[in-house]
């Protein structure tokens, strides 16, 4: 074993081992200011103010306030595979990291590594040249070693390391050896982070347009369309954020683990610009499209969106009726956007409809806990709440439903629909397609998102077309019901 002393030359030649990047796929420290920054205003403050100080004061401080949990990490097998053979062949395994010493001493207790870390402490950040000094000072200056790393700063390690592994970047003409699988490119996974899947819930913009018959018009079409991209780039920017505030929540979910900030794909800083850059695009776009009102109500998303992420999304209850709102402000910025007035019973039935999904993404949340009688993780349940979950979503969508009869009946929707009755029957498809979807989730057939699932889901698409079909009848009339008898 080593400890502070020098290695003497008849020892099996040490395995320095790279934490951030390396040895697991996160940067320990950044995350560790986020976890910290996200508990509030005082906090973050404290975060930025540490970082002013230095890098190895901001490490220090964050250590103090923030105990990670190394077995919730991403951690590289193929380097866990080198570290296991050295171990094999009774080589001393250290790990070697600019994170602070008491993280990493964690992480090599969890691995069962007996010997000394070599870390930040204190004023002094353990990177690159400095790393390398350190590791001469505990085995000497001639001493052989080993060294796996993953980027640039790590070159002058693998310089004068005996073999050298690295599971990132190789300098050109070295003998370094690459460990695993090239990493994904970054457009990969930054289109994935983006999540452009979910940009279809945007399509809420164009409602309006299509409530009001002035989607035939191209130019209103046009319009409403382009709001819904710049509602798109807003979402994938708050999309960014939330996964940058749910990656130890989204590592422990079955499925989400495989998310780019989660999996170690997208670092932290990469996200936090490109976040910052489509937030500046889709609001310099609403000024374009809409002037002050519409940027104002695009900011008004992100402001809640942003608190749902940091706060909202941990009140019970609470949050589900935020979703709801966010579902619907969509459709009054699609309104604003074509400068058409939005009826009461579109916003009503807007907010009960998708109260419904709200909940019933909730619903999909807790029956798949890990641990479900314990409080879900960065949310405002535990698992005895399944049932009243599961009954207020349902509620919700048949009071969504009875609006809807109630807008077909009102004397003033004769006035602007050719066929008001046919109305009458958008009811049925409604019914059909909430029972559906609530009853699937029960039986565990439902993943994630709902309104993804509807995407997917063919039924849920016939149902859509079903509706559709309707509307356009009523709307207008005898011409519209030929036409799709044809």
Known sequence: ????????????????????????????????????????????????????AGRAVAKTMAARRDRIDPARLPYRPEVLNLIEQAKAD?????????????HIRRIADHLTLVDPVIATRGRSNLKGAAKLA??????????????????????????EARHGWSVGHVPPG?????????????????????????????????????????FAKPAVLLTAVTAALLMSLIASSIYLLNDLLDIDSDRAHHSKWKRPLAH???????????????????????????????TFWLLAYMA???????????????????????????????????DVALSFWLLLFS????????????????????????????????????????????SAGMVATLVLALFA??????????????????????????????????RGEVEGDPVAFAIKDGRSLAVGAVTACIFVAALYGPAAVNLIAD
């Open 304 to 338: 809640i969106t942003t608190a749902y992420s940091f706060r909202l999304k941990a009140v019970m209850v609470g949050d589900a009726i935020v979703l709801a709102s966010l579902y619907t402000i969509r459709i009054w910025i699609g309104a604003i956007a074509i």
């Open 1 to 52: 074993m080593l400890d502070k002393q020098r290695v003497s030359a008849d020892q099996a030649v040490p395995l320095f081992v790279d934490v951030d990047g390396t040895l697991t796929r996160a940067d320990i420290s950044l995350e560790s200011f986020v976890r910290i920054a996200r508990s509030g205003i005082a906090a973050m403050v404290a975060v930025l103010t540490w970082l002013v």
């Open 134 to 159: 350190a590791i001469r000072a505990r085995i000497g200056p001639d001493a052989p070693f080993d060294y796996v790393g993953d980027s640039r700063a790590d070159t002058c390690l693998w310089r």
């Open 90 to 102: 009774g080589r001393p395994v250290i790990l070697a990291s600019a994170s602070h010493w008491r």
């Open 409 to 442: 009946h009102d004397p003033a929707t004769a006035e602007r629909y050719a066929l008001p009755e046919m109305l009458w029957l958008l009811c049925l498809p409604l019914i059909y397609w909430l029972n559906r979807i609530w009853m699937m989730a029960r």
């Open 351 to 394: 907010v009960f409809l998708f109260l419904s999904l709200a909940y019933l993404k909730r619903y999909v949340e807790m029956r798949d806990a890990s641990e479900p009688e314990r409080l879900l993780s960065g949310r405002g349940y535990v698992g005895g709440d399944l049932d009243v979950v599961m009954m207020s979503g349902i």
């Open 174 to 214: 070295s003998a370094v050896q690459r460990l695993g699988d090239p990493r994904p490119s970054a457009g990969r996974a930054i289109i994935k982070a983006m999540r452009p899947h979910q940009w279809a819930k945007n399509a809420l913009v164009i409602v309006p347009a299509l409530t009001s018959g002035e």
């Open 264 to 294: 170690g794909d997208l670092t932290i800083p990469a996200a936090l610009g490109l976040s910052l850059l489509l937030a500046t695009l889709g609001l310099a776009g609403g000024w374009w499209l809409g002037g002050p009102v519409l």
